[in-house]
């Protein structure tokens, strides 16, 4: 037995696993008979057949049992990111593998706030809260590394029969690395802008004939390219272990540890930015300079911390061909300590003259005077997940017409803690020079301010999906889930002379909320196969997203959309689309229009009542490519238009609306990725890519003219990469990727009020040794 496999088998094995019955052998030792003269006749080993695909862009299936046909006759838009394409583009996050997926963008924050985690746009909707792992909500706030992850899948439109409460957009799906039976180690040294230095192993080790352990691995640390004195450093890993490969029960138990130390980014201010607006600047008519993308407006003390654990144990079994049970049981805590400083509203720009208080201050005609207030918060968060998933697939063939089923419940407790962090009383924090910030700067105490917020939510669910082979060319789909769900919130509050007239200011408020309700999410589609290679469909589904769903907190307040009395969203969307395989299976060609409509997302008091309302749509096209075009050139490509509108926004008391007819925020209209690789035969590959994404709001607004702070629109951009891979030997090989090859200067990101933005990677790079054994 290897060390590794010791050093796992030590970690996860107990007494009383046991393998269930071989489905067939895994090899066939030569056999020796003898003829009738005599003459000794050896039977060869069976020969693996290696598939020409292996290594393809190009994914068939999913990783969740309930799609229980492949992709080409799966009735949605569904984008599979495979661990080939990661690998070849260099991404080492979510959020770098999801910047390849045509209508996905990307939130800074509110305010003074900065988002932590993966703050993904998807369809005009917030998709942060449904992002999962393995079929299991996700809900921490690290930058999802991908070095344990096989593929990545984004399922577009209202799913809520899929995974319960969720997003009008969709969600994102990771899958895990498990150990596979066969011998295989491979790892990564890589070196790139900014010193950035990482490490990655991926471990494969059989043990005896039906088991195998696996450990994957990551170490990074460095700077971040384009960015002053930001650090990010993580470690990870992955130990699994797996019992009867190959065999009718399959046990697989595997976790995962990460842990981040970094130094926060907060952004930089937007002034002078295109479209820039600040009341000072336009009534002097002065444009103002943009500032250094690389300009630090954090302070030394800065600092965050993240650690996530997480547990599973999945096991497997075949009660006969067709028919398959499966359990799943998880528990996962994250832990997430930061104090973040960041720009805060617009700079500083005047003075006073003449020393009369009385007069107006006049702009400050040098602008190396200039100054922006800045915001210090601690934001320290805790999430925990328990859950248990027992399901089946079964096929049942019934005379002409065969089903095809997948059925199972759920029990699902999670769980978030906010403790409230402020700036301990008198103190204030320092502006920073707007053109040249000081990180060392005093840094203004930031402690607990005895406000909190701790919430949870239970959830008990029942699902069946059912795919009716009518004939040959004809399929009906249907998918039903039905759950009952409990918020619980405590919390605490400081008392203000708004909200606790009759209290002292600063006086602690409890309070105790509950909502529990039932959810039935559906989903259906037709589709019809004119050949054996492609099909047409028709498909209409929902989500609900009910008050609390993202953060399990409830609001006390009656017009907030978190009030326990408010119905949940309803979110629901028609599609209408096609796939096809072409080249024998190795290219994958889709397209769909889709219209997605969101509702009760508002609430406003009336005479009498709370009103809820509400209306979002969107409506759009999107197309795909992806897989072989030869045996040596590979392509993943995607289109996606979107028409977004606020068909129903926020109504003021005169009854006049600043949204209604508006574009949702963060949507572009327009945007294409394109990545393709080639394989010449001395071992050489070279690859490339582009993305472009169109200008988008940064706010809802029908009238953005009347704006006079900030950017409203974040403007377009094409960004280039390149790659290239040579193969030294049969085990090393040499990759180098350069990142914006253009140096495209683009906005990625900017927070709500548009008066602070990330700036996109300038051109960069990351050279990286790959061994494999």
């Known amino acids: 037995m290897t060390p590794l496999a010791a050093a796992v088998l030590a970690v996860y094995a107990g007494p009383g696993m046991t393998q269930g019955e071989p489905a067939s052998a895994a090899t066939t030792p030569p056999i020796e008979s003898s003829s009738a003269t005599g003459e000794r006749a050896v039977a060869l080993p069976a020969v693996r057949v290696i598939d020409q695909t292996e290594g393809s862009y190009k994914a068939d299936t999913v990783s969740s049992p309930k799609f229980t046909q492949p992709l080409v006759n799966t009735p949605q838009t569904i984008t599979v990111i495979k661990k080939e394409l990661i690998a070849d583009q260099g991404a080492v996050s979510l959020s770098d593998a999801l910047r390849n997926v045509p209508g996905i963008t990307f939130q800074l924050g509110e305010n003074g706030n900065t988002q932590s985690g993966d703050s993904i746009f998807m369809r005009g909707f917030d998709s942060q809260g449904s992002i999962f792992l393995d079929n299991v909500r996700d809900l921490g706030a690290a930058v999802r590394d991908v070095f344990n992850i096989e593929q990545i899948e984004i399922v577009k439109g209202p799913a809520g029969a899929d995974n319960g409460r969720g997003a009008a957009s969709g969600y994102v799906n990771l899958v895990s690395k498990v150990p596979v039976a066969e011998n295989a180690d491979s790892g990564s040294i890589s070196y790139g802008s900014e010193a950035r230095r990482r490490v990655t192993a991926d471990l494969n080790q059989t043990i005896g004939e039906h088991s195998a352990v696996r450990l994957n691995l990551v170490g990074q640390d460095g700077g971040v390219a384009g960015r002053d004195l930001i650090q990010r450093e993580q470690w990870g890993i992955a130990p699994s272990i797996a019992f009867g490969l190959g065999t009718n029960t399959r046990i697989y138990a595997f976790s995962q540890h990460i842990r981040q ?35 630090f407006y954090g302070l030394d003390a800065d600092y965050e911390d993240l650690t996530a654990n997480m547990f599973t144990l999945r096991i497997e079994h075949d009660l006969r061909p067709g028919f398959t049970f499966r359990n799943l049981s998880r528990y996962g805590k994250s832990e997430q300590k930061r104090v973040l400083t960041a720009p805060l509203q617009a700079p500083n720009l005047t003075y006073d003259d003449d020393g009369d208080a009385a007069t107006p201050a006049v702009l400050q005609p040098d602008s190396s005077q200039w100054t922006v207030n800045r915001s210090r918060q601690g934001s320290f968060r805790e999430n925990q997940i328990l859950t248990n998933q027992t399901g089946f697939t079964a096929e049942l063939p019934t005379g002409p017409v065969s089903h095809t089923l997948s059925g199972g419940v759920e029990f699902l407790y999670e769980s978030q803690d906010t403790p409230s962090y402020g700036l301990v009383t008198g103190q204030t924090q320092t502006p920073a020079n707007l053109y040249n910030p000081n990180p060392s700067d005093p840094a203004a105490d930031v402690a607990p301010t005895g406000a909190y917020a701790d919430g949870h939510t239970t959830t008990g669910a029942v699902y069946l999906f059912d795919t009716v082979k009518l004939t040959e060319q004809w399929q009906l789909n249907g998918g039903l889930r039905w759950e009952r769900y409990e918020t619980k919130t405590d919390s605490v509050s400081l008392a203000t002379a708004t909200s606790n007239p009759s209290l002292p200011v600063g006086t602690l408020v409890p309070a105790h909320l509950e909502a529990a309700d039932n959810l039935l999410s559906w989903k259906t589609g ?114 996606t238009f979107q028409d977004t509108e606020v068909t129903a926004g926020t109504i003021a008391t005169d009854g006049s609306s600043t949204q209604t007819g508006a574009a949702i925020n963060f949507s572009p209209k327009n945007s294409a990725t394109l990545w393709t690789t080639y394989d010449f035969p001395i071992g050489l590959q070279i690859g490339g890519g582009v993305r472009y994404v169109d200008s988008q709001a940064r706010t809802v607004n ?72």
Do not use: C, H
């Open 526 to 639: 037709v589709v019809f196969k004119p050949l054996a290679n492609g099909s047409v469909y028709v498909a209409y589904a929902n989500s609900l997203r009910p008050p609390g769903g993202d953060n399990f907190t409830l609001s006390a307040t009656a017009a907030n959309v978190n009030s326990p009395a408010l119905e949940p969203q309803k979110a629901r969307n028609l599609e209408f689309g096609t796939k096809w395989d072409f080249l024998a299976g190795r290219l994958s060609a889709t397209a769909a229009l889709f219209k997605s409509t969101n509702q009760n997302d508002l609430a406003r008091q009336g005479e009498d009542t709370v009103v809820q309302y509400g209306e979002k749509q969107v409506k759009g096209v999107e197309l795909g490519l992806v897989g072989q075009l030869t045996t040596a050139w590979q392509i993943s490509a995607g289109y």
């Open 702 to 773: 029908n009238s953005p003219g009347t704006l006079t702070a900030g950017v409203f629109d974040i403007g377009s951009y094409t960004v280039f990469d390149a790659m290239a891979k040579y193969e030294l030997t049969r085990n090393l090989g040499v990759q180098l990727n350069v990142y914006n090859l253009a140096d495209e200067d683009y906005v990625a990101s900017v927070n709500n009020s548009g008066l602070r933005y990330y700036p996109g990677t300038p051109r960069s790079y990351l050279a990286t040794l790959n061994v494999r054994f």
């Open 261 to 295: 130390d970094n130094v926060p980014d907060g952004g930089i201010a937007a002034i002078g930015l295109d479209g820039y607006r600040n009341p000072t600047l336009d009534a002097a008519g002065v444009t103002a300079e943009t500032v250094d993308e690389k300009n």
